[in-house]
């Protein structure tokens, strides 16, 4: 069975890949912590990029943590 994307699904991938683009200030394929800290500060969360990449290094020790716990 072969599944078509719908008008609305192709629509929201564009506005994503739109979004990300704009963010993905030096081209690179992905948001390092500057882009993402200048993001936040856009937004009026002021964090410092220390703070963001303690942040994602955090939620990345929480991944990593419920991964070994569903294997155990």
């Not at 683009?21 to 992905?30: A, H, I, R, Y």
């Not at 942040?55 to 991944?63: H, K, T």
Request: proline content about 0%; charged content about 30%; cysteine-free.
């Amino acid at each position: 069975m072969q599944y078509y994307f719908t008008g609305a699904e192709v629509k929201a991938d564009t506005i994503i890949d739109d979004m990300f683009e704009k963010l993905d200030e030096d081209g690179g394929g992905t948001l390092d912590t500057g882009e993402i800290t200048a993001l936040l500060k856009r937004n009026g969360i002021n964090m410092t990029q220390e703070q963001v990449a303690n942040m994602f290094g955090e939620a990345l020790r929480e991944e990593k943590l419920t991964q070994y716990r569903n294997m155990i």
